[in-house]
């Protein structure tokens, strides 16, 4: 003990020693001047400060030495004692300003990413790594891709709480689109968990829309974990946090006490005399004061919140919260500010109990044999639902959520194709706010209130009573008898009993919905000539271009359909289409599917894309959202404006160049080469997708065409090490090229046919300069995942990482590149997969 104590102390003695010896420079005259280290004379420092810290070491110095001495006499019984000492002078020593300024800013952050100390001859090279590492994390060059990669490779707990600190400092879309990396390493690394999670728990504290993403995240990669322990189980529970309402904002319990104005003065906290409870309960009969006969009425909370989820109550996505129309969330909706929840309503339940009803909607129509079942038993369903709209609920993908939904068309949802499954496509009505929990959300609005009136009455000349209002059944606000349930139930139990009795509607032959009754209506409907001939000038002089309705591909005929002229048509019949802030919006409901390999090529896409345009690579894709909401279910944001190949040749009975230059033109006019364009550079851009991602299952039904001549690829189940056929190799193409898109393209002889393959190389090239932004996106989603793409283990990383070609020259990549396309082009597997797909499933 004495002899290591002896040791220490002579070393922090030499140590204070060189200290004292560098700060001495700094005690010259105030005249002198000094030079650094690029030879520049310098003004002399001050002296006070400098003297004082010499002063201070000198003191230190002869403590030191004390201590020294007592050891030399052989006082080893002290030694714990002046170990003691030894530690006290360090941490004297430490509180020395001997350093700049800049100095101790370097210490302080290399404390913080520092590791343990290491011996001398170590130090200088360690802190020059760290210095560099510092200096990467401060740069401008330094993003989200860099952040993530380094938590996932970094096991210093330095370096790992420092990038957990450093996500509040990124822009929030930023770390949104990596958040799926994010929660995966909080499932599966137990020390990166403990660094990210303050940053988890601040933002959904903050945030609803990130609360349900998280919650979503963590209930689709949750699943693979089998056997749930301390390591691992961190995921599951703070799922579990989000969803049951313990993550909510910290506020004031004196902020909420504001008066409501539209409720009576007894029911205020402020009033209440009682020291001891400062809460209230609203009884029934004292929050239906004002409109006793109101049993649907806004403010019996209680009664809300039992009737969330209930779909037959009118009232499924209604939270029962009361803070929006209390005083203070009509300031705060003046003012443009955000209304906090006081009455501890749920947040999350609304949006919850929505989304959960389109995906039992899913479940239920597979159960049905025929598609025209699912389309009958589909709009059923969603007339359903509508009798619960508008609410506080929106379309939780996409770039803009800030919007209420009011409506959904049921007549126009379409059922996919699909042999097991039964994805099925819905359009919604929304209207725009700029805060979707403290806008008001609109009453509903009856559809076609005249529908059972005759055309020519006059409606002006009803009756009108002495006070100005007119009859009762055409008062907006009815009466003290009147009850809101009335205003809706016979109009839509009318449209459901239609619905269900409808094999099959045709979403565009269709003239109107408002000319069809139901079977029990016992009033006749007139309907004005001028009407009729107005809607058989529409139906006749309509675009010849567009597919004719097919019972056993009812989406053909719709999809095709421009998605400006649905805009209009939906608008038209909307009861809110007259609101200037009304859009339509689309969504595709997946139910049994697993989107979890759909949101990683989603991811890879995006940042192909980004990697593209920074280097000016003319390539072409369409990266589409995806939102997985568990391992077997999840919404997909459609692609406007397209109609799949398949659909194509089936419908249309031409080939592909027969077709482009039926809706573009001829081959030497304009909008032909504009299209022609178009689809060289997507199908270079998809089919180097293609090759880096192993995308298989590439028939004609899972490529679309737009209406300016791109091609999108969609439905990417197999990916990297996966392929169908228990990966029994029918396709081993890089990509899908047929001949057919040769043709498109002009030959293969053609010009545009040799700008496809500099496309290629160009895209490759860039995307191999930036590959340290694509490999960790899909690395990390391989940290304990039971993923099928992910099947042969770390080979699947180090395979993704070989077709990037590192160790080739820009001359040998483009002989490469001619081989992937000349193979490419003479595939068998290709060919044969096509017959495959069209023998067993009829897919042209």
């Not at 579990?240 to 409501?260: C, Q, T, Y």
Request: net charge negative.
């Amino acid at each position: 003990m004495a002899s290591s104590s002896s040791h220490n102390a002579a070393h922090f003695e030499r140590s204070l020693s060189a200290s004292a010896v560098d700060h001495t420079i700094y005690r010259q005259s105030p005249d002198s001047k000094w030079k650094d280290q690029n030879g520049n004379e310098q003004e002399p420092m001050e002296e006070e400060t400098p003297v004082s810290g010499v002063h201070k070491v000198n003191g230190l110095l002869e403590n030191v030495k004390e201590v020294n001495c007592s050891l030399r006499n052989g006082h080893a019984e002290n030694g714990e004692n002046l170990s003691e000492k030894i530690a006290a002078l360090k941490v004297e020593s430490n509180g020395l300003s001997t350093v700049s300024e800049e100095e101790k800013k370097e210490k302080v952050k290399d404390e913080v990413l520092g590791k343990p100390p290491l011996p001398r001859n170590k130090q200088n090279s360690t802190s020059g790594k760290q210095s560099w590492l510092l200096r990467l994390f401060e740069s401008k060059m330094f993003d989200m891709s860099i952040a993530i990669s380094y938590l996932f490779n970094s096991k210093e707990p330095g370096v790992q709480t420092y990038l957990g600190n450093r996500l509040f400092s990124f822009p929030e879309e930023e770390v949104d689109f990596y958040l799926p990396q994010l929660l995966n390493m909080y499932i599966h690394m137990h020390d990166v968990a403990e660094a990210i999670h303050p940053y988890i728990v601040y933002r959904c504290r903050h945030s609803v829309e990130f609360s349900l993403q998280t919650a979503w995240i963590l209930s689709a990669f949750s699943a693979d974990v089998l056997k749930p322990n301390w390591k691992n189980s961190q995921g599951i529970k703070l799922k579990n946090m989000i969803l049951n309402e313990e993550l909510r904002p910290k506020v004031d319990k004196k902020a909420g006490n504001l008066p409501s104005p539209t409720l009576p003065h007894a029911l205020h906290p402020l009033t209440v005399t009682t020291p001891v409870k400062k809460t209230h309960c609203r009884s029934k009969s004292d929050a239906t004061g004002i409109y006793s006969k109101m049993p649907h009425s806004q403010t019996t909370g209680n009664l809300q919140k039992s009737n969330t989820g209930d779909l037959s109550t009118g009232r499924a996505f209604d939270s029962g919260c009361i803070c929006v129309q209390s005083s203070e969330g009509i300031v705060n909706d003046l003012t443009g500010k955000e209304t906090v929840c006081h009455c501890g309503a749920p947040r999350l339940k609304p949006e919850l109990e929505f989304v959960n009803a389109l995906m039992n909607i899913g479940s239920r129509l597979q159960q049905l044999p025929t598609k025209e079942l699912r389309t009958s038993r589909l709009i059923a369903e969603l007339a359903m639902l509508n009798l619960n709209l508008p609410a506080r609920v929106w379309l939780p993908f996409g770039t803009n959520s800030h919007h209420h939904i009011v409506r959904i068309p049921h007549t126009q949802a379409i059922v996919l194709n699909s042999k097991e499954k039964a994805p099925y496509l819905l359009y919604v009505e929304v209207l725009e706010v700029e805060n979707v929990y403290s806008s008001h959300v609109p009453s509903k609005r009856l559809e076609n209130t005249l529908r059972f009136t005759k055309s020519e009455e006059d409606l002006t000349t009803c009756y009108v009573r002495s006070n100005g209002s007119p009859h009762p059944e055409f008062s907006l606000y009815g009466g003290s008898e009147f009850d809101d349930a009335e205003c809706w139930s016979q109009e839509d139990d009318e449209i459901l009993q239609f619905a269900v009795k409808t094999r099959s509607v045709d979403t565009l032959s269709q003239f109107s919905v408002d000319s069809t009754t139901s079977a029990d209506s016992k009033e006749p409907v007139y309907i004005a000539a001028g009407d009729i001939r107005k809607r058989l000038s529409e139906h006749f002089t309509a675009p010849k271009s567009k597919f004719e309705r097919d019972p056993e591909d009812p989406s053909a005929a719709a999809l095709k359909e421009p998605w400006e002229e649905k805009v209009k048509r939906i608008r038209d019949a909307s009861p809110y289409g007259q609101l200037p802030n009304w859009k339509l919006l689309s969504v595709i409901i997946k139910c049994g599917d697993d989107l979890r390999q759909e949101l990683l090529v989603y991811q890879v896409l995006k940042v192909l894309k980004n990697i593209w345009n920074q280097e000016h690579v003319p390539l072409w894709i369409e990266p589409y959202h995806i939102l997985a909401t568990s391992n077997n279910s999840g919404m997909i944001q459609p692609v406007d404006n397209t109609v799949s190949i398949h659909q194509i040749k089936k419908h249309s009975k031409k080939s592909l160049k027969e077709y482009f230059i039926q809706e573009f033109g001829e081959v030497n006019s304009e909008g032909f080469l504009t299209a022609q364009k178009n689809f060289v550079q997507s199908c270079a851009g998809y089919c180097l997708v293609c090759y880096l991602m192993q995308v298989k299952d590439r028939h004609n039904g899972n490529i679309l065409l737009d209406s300016d001549g791109h091609i999108i690829h969609i439905d990417f189940g197999f990916i990297l090490s996966t392929s169908p056929g228990k990966n029994l190799g029918f396709e081993n193409s890089p990509f899908k090229l047929t001949h057919e898109f040769a043709e498109v393209m002009g030959g293969l002889e053609s010009d545009m046919f040799e700008y496809f393959k500099i496309l290629i190389l160009q895209g490759l090239v860039a995307s191999r300069k930036h590959m340290d932004k694509i490999i960790p996106i899909v690395e990390i989603m391989q940290t304990g995942s039971g993923l099928p793409c992910f099947g042969n283990g770390m080979n699947t990383i180090r395979q993704l990482k070989e077709r990037f070609h590192l160790n080739l020259t820009e001359e040998q990549l483009q002989l490469y590149v001619d081989q992937l396309v000349e193979s490419s082009l003479n595939s068998l597997t290709t060919s044969l997969y096509d017959k495959f797909q069209y023998f067993t499933n009829g897919i042209l």
